[in-house]
Structures are given as structure tokens and as C-alpha cells.
């Protein structure tokens, strides 16, 4: 950033600047019209832009970025912002490029099994569009309903059925978009591979650090003819845990395979009434897609695997209104945690698989150490945890303790082999955790990356990549309290 | 995870911190079975073969962490005694290939187009950069996006942005049940057949085309096998004629893949076309091996490299002359030039020197 003696000269220079490329309109900087971004779903953390841009074509796009270029102001894109790591906060400096207009499906191919749409295009709406043709859009989180494609890219989003299908990585062909500059430019291809270096991963999940997306190309799969979804119930964590891995062992590989705790399944059956096992320290829900026959002949294995495991309850939809309402309490897991406490704060680390039981103890005891409760669901397929720590955010002191029990179970999960965000991003929320995963010679690695697409970070900066500053500051405050987490990590 | 202290490694990063203060380029080799592949190897060779054996396997979690050097017969091997495999059944062109070598070239075999690829199954991976740095990326768990990721980039890098020293890989259990299906079909027909079944939901694993044959491999729960058996006619292939066929397409010692001295001799080239499944039939001189249902085409072809080129840059998609005498018009397609901009701005971040696989990808990098 070059030196700002005022931030009002600033942002009528900006103004100005964008008003030679843009409809006065697609401008927005009073106060008033600028609050609806001054956060994402992640609504603790916020900041005013200095400006709002709402171009609708590519070409101003283009020379949107390129007159931030020029004036070297930071551009932060945005979809929907559902994002539930600040991955689209603001900079009180910088102009936030919303991608809101960008919402046509371009081209729906059946042959190709392809859908090229807009960055804006809502996720749920490529499936809706495709299903037309007997085709849908595999992954699948959560905020589905409203979050957008490029939101996705951005953030390697993944959902329920990821084990099987995969993330949005491995079902995107094509991202086309603009550098910082402006300069157009298309990774991936139509084909199954491109030429060189494959940029598609590092694009994929950058949080918009590296360049803006405006079109997407897209996977489609055809609709499974069938879905079954068993209902299992177990005594104790562990045995729950075990049933997942002796699922996996015997070489199924389920749609679906979530787990919610007693305390979160007590909280959904009030919000949903789905009749949900009280009595079970763990419900597992394990779901076969496929052909009728496929679908028989898996669901018949699962059976048997969760009962040796010591399933006690089994229950198998017998139809799409009975399945749909086994998923409803896991699908409402966060408005059910709204709904009993007044705030929650959602956190996303994986482990393996194995480590679960493991984990739920350790959190059970944080809660106690926290004085603060917590409610767990589990994407138990791919080892994903969200466990929804719930606060009282009147309660200055129980937001100090509910961010400090959410580092600590980052923390455990990377000392247990995971990692501290499986599909909800780094973004601001999870700087600090970065600073453990990584080493300083690892992040020094991400920001040369970074300059190979942005030698100026202007891209969305100060996301993902924690300052060497920053690290140093969360190691002396860990030190600070006597609970240096991992005393074999280079701290400095 | 693999640690500096390795003796084995210890040696590496000597090497590589001689070559970068001499800026003097290195080659990096594992079992050297793809030498043959993209340009032309330079540089003093550096053995990383070394630094072999599966650190972890756990079969439960889906996932298997294994040194570069570690034979990929043996990886497979190990997989295979708990009914398991790298279902993208990366290519053996000859025996000694190792796991690194597989991730550097990102090469996938029959399966791809259903299942993925080399890089769709890279969950993590440590790397030497040309710092002499040890970088680990990603991890043994299929969530992860903390951070770029780095460890996917490397699939398919050909070795010019660093050593792959371990990497993690997903994988799948075998399928329960396979059968293979063969019809005699002309190139049209069958393109035109594939696209069709893609849109449905079928148990396809893999598909080849070549000489008027269509040959179509199922696999998955035995339900949905003998169901697909019978709702898609065609001849059912005796399972051994069946595994000896997918696994002549997957290692290329089937004949069409076979270019003999006297075919180099006079021109002609075996070239990999990928192109969108959906691509019409492609004019060139000579005949065409096709897989990934339309997505792969291979050719034996005499045709210019820029007509070839221009041909499937024309379909949307692009050309590698894998196997020729001449690779002056450049094993791999260009790029252009924003991500050649991106390509050597990687290149300055992970290998500033330049001493690592120096132009075995393209010219300059």
C-alpha cells in the first residue's frame, strides 16, 4: 500500500478512478449502501470497505482490477458471503469486488456432463439446472441454497457427500478469470488435463489471493437412481468410531457417513422432531447411492458391518421422506445449536479418522476447562469435526474463553496428525493456527506462491498466510500462559 | 514424516546445496522408466531412489504415506494384500518405477476419467525446494485447505519446482466385481455411444477404442455389475483376456503403443491427444488408440507436430508427442503467456537457482 494521509481523499480518488470504468451505479462507497459487506457468515470480525463494485461483465471486471492496479489498492472479491472464515472481511483500504451480477449458467452440456457457469451462480442452482438431464452438481456444503460457485473455488468447499465424489477441486474442469492487473486468464481445461504446470489446485481453495474467477466450467454425474440411508445407534463414541473404519475396512465407501454426539443429537431432535435416538452416546448415519441393485446389495453389507460393530439400533429408510428426515437434524445442526444457546462458534479441523474418540474426549474435557459447552458433529467419512462451541456473546469473558477453547481444538487436531480447517478455509479466523501447522520456512513458501500471481498483494491480502510478526506474537502469548501446545515445534 | 536427519535425505540436500551455490543443474531420477517422456532429461543425475519404503499405511483411513523412491510395484503390492489400490492405475512403462516418479509425472492410467487422477489422490506430500528446505504440504486426511495447496501443484511438475522426498496417497478398496464388454463399433458409433452412457448412472471404469473395437470395463458392487452386464449386450471378455487387455492399454505394451525403429525412423510419432470426451472424430494421418471415453486419443502418426497440435488445439484441447525422434516442435503444448508469467514466477519461488529438472517441462523453466 503506498501512504494514505486521509482515508476520504483516498476513496474519492478511487471513485473517481472506477467511475471511468463503471456505471455509477455499480459504485458503492456512502457508509449506508457499503454495511451489508462489511462481513461474512463469519460476523465477529468486521471492517467498512472503502469501496463496493458490482460490475457486470467481463470487461469491467478487467478494468476494475486493472484501475486498483494502477492505484495499488487491495481488491477483495466476494460471492454470496457465506464464508465462514472472514475469507471476504474487508480492508478498510480496499475495494471489495462483488461478483453478485455474475449469475448465468452459461451452457448446460448433457453429453459432455458439463455446465459452464457464472462465478455468482449459486451452488444449488447448477444442480437444479442439470436436472433436467438426469445430471447434478456433487458437492454439496451446507449453505448450499446460497453460497456461489466461485465462493467454492475460492475455498475448495466440500459437504456430506465428499468421500465419495469428492471436493469442488476434483469436480472442476475450467476456471476463467482475471490476474490482479486485469490480465485475462483460463486454468484447467474442457479436457481432463492441460498443458504445464497444473495450477488448478493452487487456484482451487486460494480464498481469492491469486486471481478473480468469473466463469466456471463445472463436472456433472448423473443422479444416483437410488439413495438409502441407515440410521445406526451406539452405546459410546468408540464403538461408533470403530464402526466407521470396519465400514471402510470391508471396502464401501459410503455417500454419506456422519456422526453427531448426544448433546447434538438432543439438540436437533428438538428443532427437527425426526425421532432420533435419545439414549445414543453416538448416532451414525451411513448412506449407499447407485443403481437399485447397488444400493440393495451395499445397504445389506453396511448392516451387517454396523451390527458386528455394535449398532444398538438399526433403522434403514424405507423411502426419500424417511432418508430426507434421517439427514434433517445433521443438515440442521447450526440453526438447532442457535436455537439453545445464543451464540455458537462453528469450528472446522480434520483428523484421521481413528483419532475421534480421542478427540471427543479431549473436548470433553475443555469443556470443562473452558466452563463452556460443546455440541459435535462429524463428517466421520473424511475426518472432518465441526464441533460448535456455544457462548454467550453479551458475555465479554465467555468470547475470551470460547476463542481460546477453539485454538486449543485446532491445536489437538494438528498434534493428532489433521489440520485446523477441512473445508471452511483459513481466511483471518484461523491465522494464528497457521503459525502452528506450519513452519516459518513453509509460510515463507505460501507467500512466494502468493508473488507469483500477485507480486504486489493486492489480492485479498493479509488472509491465510499469518505475518512473521503475527506468529511470533501467538507463540510468546502461549508461552505467556503456560501452555506452549507443542514443545517440539520451531517456534521463534 | 520424513525428517532432515534421514541420512539418506542428508545426502540429497548436500547435493542440492552444492548444485545451487554452482548453480549447476541436477536431474532428478528415481527408477528412470520415464525418461523418455516430455523433454529431454539434463543436468548431473541425482538418485533419489534411495530414499525408499512405506513410512505408513492404514488401511482403514483410506490413506498409505510412502518415500519417493519406494518401488511402485511394491506400493501396489502392499495395497493389494488388504484389497486395495491407486485406483487412477498410473502407467508402468517398464519395471522399477517409482512412487515419486509416478507423482512428478502425474501420468493416470485407463480409470481416470471415473476415478481421477494421480493429483485428485495426493493428499499431502514433503518436498526438498531449491533452498534445500524441507516443506511439508497437506496431509494424511482428505479435508485440508489450510493453505495453498502446494502438494497437488507438484503432481505432473515434472520435478522442476523440487524433490518429492514422501508423499500421501488416498485410496480405494479393489471393486467387489468387474466385467469387460466388447463391441464392434467404428469411431462415430462409439464416441458416440460413450457420451451417452456418461450421462447415466452406470458402473464404467474404463473404456478403450481402437480398430473398430469398443471395449468397455465395469466394476463395482456385483449387483450393479451382472445389472450393467444385462442392460449393456456387447460380448462379456474371459477375465484373464480382460485383465491382459486393460493392463497392455495401461503400460502401453500393447502393440499400437509399440513404435519400432524403423517407424521412428521415418517419422512417425505416437502423440497423446486430450481433448473433451465430446470432441468429433479427429482427422490425422495414421490410427488412433482412444480411452477415457472420447477424453484421451492417442495417435501413431507421420503429421507435422504444428498440424497435430493445431488439430487438437482446434477440438479444445491439447497434444504431447510422447514417443518420436524428433521433439524439436516441444514434447508439451505451449501455454500461454499469462501462465508462462505464472509458470516462471513459480519456478523463481520454489527453485530460484534453476538446478532442479532444468527445461524438462519447457524450454526456460
Known amino acids: ?492 | 514424516m520424513i525428517k532432515r536427519q534421514d541420512p539418506v535425505l542428508a545426502s540429497i540436500i548436500e547435493r542440492v546445496q552444492a548444485a545451487s551455490s554452482r548453480q549447476a543443474p541436477l536431474e532428478i531420477r528415481g527408477g528412470g522408466t520415464k525418461r523418455f517422456y516430455g523433454e529431454s532429461p539434463s543436468g548431473e543425475p541425482l538418485d533419489v531412489s534411495g530414499l525408499a519404503g512405506i513410512s505408513s499405511y492404514e488401511p482403514t483411513e483410506l490413506v498409505v504415506t510412502a518415500r519417493a523412491g519406494t518401488p511402485l510395484a511394491d506400493l501396489e503390492a502392499a495395497l493389494e494384500t488388504q484389497g486395495q489400490c491407486l485406483p487412477f492405475e498410473p502407467p508402468r512403462f517398464a519395471a522399477g518405477g517409482t512412487v515419486g516418479g509416478m507423482v512428478a509425472a502425474g501420468l493416470s492410467g485407463p480409470a481416470r476419467a471415473n476415478v481421477g487422477s494421480v493429483r485428485d489422490h495426493v493428499l499431502g506430500l514433503t518436498l526438498l525446494n531449491g533452498h534445500a528446505e524441507i516443506l511439508t504440504f497437506g496431509g494424511q486426511v482428505t479435508k485440508n485447505v489450510a493453505g495453498y495447496d502446494v502438494s497437488r501443484l507438484i503432481a505432473g511438475s515434472w520435478g522442476v519446482l523440487g524433490i518429492v522426498c514422501e508423499v500421501s496417497l488416498k485410496v480405494m478398496p479393489v471393486a467387489a466385481a468387474g466385467a469387460t464388454l466388447s463391441f464392434e463399433w467404428d469411431e462415430t458409433e462409439a464416441l458416440a455411444q460413450l457420451n451417452r452412457w456418461a450421462s447415466q448412472p452406470l458402473p464404467i471404469t474404463a473404456s478403450s477404442w481402437h480398430d473398430g473395437r469398443l471395449h468397455l470395463r465395469l466394476g463395482g458392487a456385483r449387483a450393479a455389475v451382472s445389472a450393467a452386464c444385462a442392460k449393456l449386450g456387447g460380448v462379456r471378455l474371459d477375465p484373464e483376456e480382460a485383465q491382459c487387455w486393460w493392463s497392455g492399454v495401461r503400460d502401453h505394451t500393447q502393440d499400437f503403443f509399440l513404435l519400432t525403429e524403423a517407424g521412428l525412423a521415418r517419422g512417425e510419432c505416437l502423440w497423446r491427444l486430450s481433448l473433451p470426451a465430446t470432441a468429433a472424430p479427429i482427422a490425422l494421418p495414421g490410427r488412433q488408440f482412444i480411452e477415457w471415453h472420447g477424453a484421451e486419443r492417442w495417435w501413431r502418426s507421420t503429421a507435422e507436430s504444428s498440424e497435430v497440435r493445431r488439430v487438437a488445439a482446434a477440438a479444445g484441447g491439447h497434444a504431447t508427442l510422447v514417443r518420436g525422434a524428433d521433439k524439436s516442435g516441444g514434447a508439451f503444448a505451449p501455454v500461454s503467456d499469462v501462465l508462462m508469467r505464472i509458470h516462471r514466477g513459480l519456478k523463481q519461488a520454489f527453485d530460484p537457482a534453476g538446478i532442479f529438472n532444468p527445461g524438462r517441462l519447457y524450454a526456460g523453466l
Open chain 1, 1 to 492: 500500500m503506498i501512504a494514505n494521509p486521509s482515508r476520504e481523499e483516498r476513496q474519492a480518488d478511487v471513485v473517481a478512478a472506477l467511475r471511468t470504468v463503471l456505471p455509477g451505479e455499480a459504485i458503492l462507497f456512502r457508509r449506508e449502501d457499503t454495511a451489508p459487506y462489511e462481513c461474512d457468515a463469519l460476523t465477529a470480525y468486521r471492517t467498512a470497505p472503502l469501496v463496493v463494485v458490482m460490475p457486470d461483465t467481463e470487461a469491467q471486471v478487467a478494468a476494475t482490477l486493472a484501475a486498483c492496479h494502477r492505484l495499488q489498492v487491495p481488491i477483495i472479491a466476494r460471492g454470496a458471503g457465506t464464508g465462514l472464515s472472514g475469507g471476504a472481511l474487508p480492508h478498510s483500504l480496499g475495494v471489495i469486488l462483488s461478483l453478485a451480477k455474475f449469475n448465468h449458467i452459461v451452457n448446460i452440456d448433457p453429453a459432455a456432463c458439463t455446465a459452464v457457469v457464472q462465478a455468482g451462480v449459486r451452488n444449488l442452482a447448477i444442480s437444479e439446472a442439470a436436472a433436467a438431464y438426469g445430471l447434478y452438481y456433487a458437492p454439496d456444503p451446507s449453505s448450499q441454497i446460497a453460497c456461489t460457485i466461485g465462493g467454492n473455488v475460492a475455498e475448495n468447499s466440500g459437504g456430506v457427500h465428499c468421500l465419495k465424489y469428492g471436493l469442488t477441486l476434483h469436480n472442476v474442469l475450467r476456471v476463467r478469470g482475471f490476474m490482479v492487473d486485469g490480465t485475462p486468464v483460463e486454468f484447467g481445461s474442457e479436457a481432463l488435463d492441460a498443458p504445464g504446470l497444473d495450477l488448478m489446485p493452487l487456484v482451487v481453495g486460494s480464498e481469492g489471493m491469486l486471481a478473480v474467477t468469473t466463469e466456471v466450467t463445472v463436472k456433472l454425474i448423473p443422479k444416483p437412481l437410488l439413495a438409502r440411508c441407515i440410521m445406526a445407534s451406539f452405546d459410546d463414541v468408540e464403538s461408533a468410531g470403530a464402526a466407521v473404519a470396519s465400514v471402510i475396512a470391508r471396502g464401501i465407501i459410503p455417500a454419506g457417513l456422519e456422526l453427531m454426539d448426544q448433546a447434538m443429537t438432543a439438540c436437533v431432535e428438538a428443532f427437527v422432531h425426526a425421532d432420533y435416538d435419545l439414549n445414543a452416546a453416538a448416532i451414525l448415519l451411513c448412506e449407499s447411492d447407485g443403481t437399485p441393485e447397488e444400493v440393495h446389495e451395499e445397504i445389506g453389507r453396511m448392516e451387517e458391518v454396523l451390527a458386528q460393530a455394535g449398532a444398538t439400533r438399526l433403522e434403514v429408510s424405507r423411502d426419500e421422506t424417511q432418508r430426507l428426515r434421517f439427514w434433517s437434524g445433521r443438515k440442521n445442526a447450526f440453526p438447532a445449536s442457535g436455537g439453545i444457546s445464543p451464540d455458537y462458534m462453528c469450528m472446522d479441523s480434520t483428523i484421521p479418522r481413528k483419532r475421534l474418540a480421542e478427540m471427543l474426549r479431549a473436548i470433553e474435557q475443555m469443556q470443562v476447562k473452558y466452563k463452556l459447552r460443546c455440541v459435535n458433529v462429524f463428517h466421520a467419512g473424511d475426518g472432518n469435526l465441526h464441533p460448535l462451541i456455544l457462548f454467550d456473546a453479551d458475555q465479554p469473558d465467555e468470547m475470551h474463553r470460547c476463542e481460546l477453547f477453539g485454538a486449543d481444538i485446532l491445536e489437538t487436531s494438528v498434534r493428532l496428525g489433521g489440520t485446523v480447517t477441512g473445508e471452511h478455509g483459513v481466511g483471518v479466523e484461523k491465522l494464528n493456527s497457521m503459525c502452528v501447522q506450519f513452519s516459518p520456512s513453509e509460510r515463507a513458501q505460501f507467500l512466494a506462491v502468493k508473488h507469483a500471481f500477485d507480486p504486489l498483494e493486492l489480492l485479498n491480502p493479509g488472509k491465510v498466510i499469518p505475518s512473521l510478526h503475527r506468529c511470533a506474537e501467538y507463540g510468546k502469548m502461549h508461552v505467556h500462559r503456560g501452555m506452549l501446545p507443542f514443545a517440539e515445534l520451531p517456534r521463534f
